[in-house]
């Protein structure tokens, strides 16, 4: 179409320059004046101006419907047609933008595109001004054309199918349709702040599927697009649980949670008090098991301040949350949560918290081990460890002497005589005791393993003087057939 648009274009211009010419000649032979050629040429600039504006207009009208364009040329500046008419040069232009191009061949349709260009340029400068309220039937072209143009089917790429999204160290991918890309979404970022857009109409268009269908972009590869999106998600704010759901329950893969959690971060600190019971739902079925999907380092610093978030704004919060994330824990960052923890909160999961940390610490897996112990060097946490010792110590002493005699990393040796040093000095009367426990519980448990020992000796003893049973025994046979 945008071909036949310019062709036709600068066909019909040849021809009104070539009727202009004579016209010229014969009134330049009736006029012998110098003044006169300043008119003949006035005239013919004139009639061919005349002309071309009416070969536009005709196959504008071949090309729009008469009753979109309603006899507007869409190509013309908004400053050349009266007020009344600029509602219909605004769809017209709309319409002229819903045609798509392949941007991955630059030489291809290189015409069509600048004049696409340049249409969407007129069409953010009259949306910035705001003049006039726009009508329902320039709000459903316009949201029609950011469909065509934006809502598309991604091609599959390695990066997503083999480590579950974009990671930190791969080179960021651009496409090569942005130049428009950024103008459609710098149009649609402007048309819904605008105040001459109706709120109660815009939302019969941009309705829940338009939406998700905005969501499914983030899983775009170019960082450019993902960022503007970002920036419209926080003018229309919507429920994304079906995008995180697939994501951790099915797919886990998608380029841009990282920033979608970016958008809610900042969404969920101007949540007003108390908290409405959809937000704790959303904390408790969406933010929670995003801590399980492999990729979760990618997006981690975002989910948790997401979570952080929460907790500040309802402290009683924190016991429930870190119940969540003790199942994934030491994936999650479990240390900038207590940071954010009050000691009321801390006390209902000191024993289950403490009783998984234990088991983390003597982790053959040395950094495993060494997150764990970690933990000591964060002044708020041991503050929180500090009047709870009486509790606390006796879940983590057995881990603590267990690495002190067999771990076999040296590092982790290290930092666990650091942290032994540091509970003893705590409270030395708690951590004799609890080192003597320690030593009568080995004591037993050694004792109740030299008594499994002499007790399979017997039986094994017992089993070789028992002579072998002579003549036939009954054997139960299954049905062959």
């Known amino acids: 179409m945008w071909k036949q648009f310019v062709r036709k274009l600068q066909k019909k211009s040849s021809k009104s320059d070539a009727i202009s010419d004579p016209s010229c000649s014969s009134r330049s032979k009736d006029s012998g004046a110098s003044g006169d050629s300043i008119q003949k040429t006035s005239g013919s600039n004139a009639a061919s101006n005349r002309s071309a ?12 419907p008469a009753s979109v364009v309603a006899g507007i040329e869409p190509l013309l500046s908004f400053k050349d047609v009266p007020s009344q008419e600029k509602q219909n040069l605004f769809i017209g232009k709309l319409n002229l933008c819903c045609v798509v191009f392949d941007f991955n061949d630059p ?3 290189s015409v069509e595109k600048d004049l696409k260009h340049q249409v969407l340029v007129d069409l953010v400068e009259y949306v910035s001004a705001g003049t006039a309220k726009f009508s329902e039937q320039a709000i459903a072209a316009s949201c029609k054309m950011f469909a065509i143009n934006l809502f598309r089917v991604f091609p599959p790429n390695n990066r997503s199918s083999s480590s579950g999204g974009e990671n930190e160290d791969d080179e960021p991918s651009f496409d090569p349709a942005w130049p428009h890309l950024q103008l459609i979404y710098d149009l649609l970022l402007k048309f819904i702040a605008s105040s001459s857009v109706d709120a109660k109409i815009v939302k019969k268009y941009v309705d829940h599927s338009f939406i998700l269908r905005l969501l499914d972009l983030f899983d775009s590869e170019d960082p450019r697009e993902r960022d503007c999106l970002k920036t419209i998600l926080h003018r229309i704010y919507g429920s994304s649980c079906n995008i995180f759901c697939r994501f951790v329950f099915e797919s886990e893969r998608h380029n841009g949670i990282a920033e979608m959690l970016e958008v809610f971060g900042s969404v ?11 937000h704790k739902m959303f904390l408790w079925r969406v933010l929670i098991p995003l801590h399980k999907p492999k990729a979760v380092g990618v997006y981690m610093q975002q989910l948790t301040y997401c979570v952080t978030q929460f907790i500040e704004k309802d402290p009683k919060l924190a016991s429930t949350v870190i119940r969540g994330l003790l199942k994934y824990w030491p994936v999650t960052s479990m240390e900038e949560i207590l940071e954010s923890t009050s000691m009321v909160e801390f006390q209902k999961i000191m024993v ?3 009783q998984r940390i234990g088991s983390c610490l003597s982790s053959s897996h040395f950094q495993v081990a060494e997150r764990a112990l970690f933990l000591w060097n964060n002044d708020r946490i041991v503050s929180l460890i500090a009047p709870n010792r009486q509790v606390i110590l006796p879940c983590i002493f057995p881990y603590l002497e267990k690495n002190t005699q067999t771990h076999w990393n040296q590092a982790v040796l290290n930092v666990t005589l650091n942290v032994r040093k540091m509970l003893s000095e705590m409270d030395e009367e708690l951590f004799v005791a609890c080192q003597t426990k320690f030593e009568e519980e080995e004591q037993r448990r050694a004792a109740a393993g030299e008594m499994r020992r002499i007790t399979w000796e017997r039986l094994e003893t017992a089993v070789a003087a028992m002579k072998p049973v002579s003549g ?3 054997v139960l046979v299954g049905n062959l057939s």
Request: proline letters at 9%; charged letters at 20%; a positive charge.
């Open 53 to 64: 504006t009416a070969a536009v207009k005709r196959m504008s009208s071949a090309v729009f």
């Open 107 to 109: 030489s291809k349709n």
């Open 268 to 278: 969920i600190s101007g949540f007003a008090l108390p908290l409405k019971e959809e």
């Open 352 to 354: 289950p918290l403490f």
């Open 472 to 474: 036939y025994i009954p």
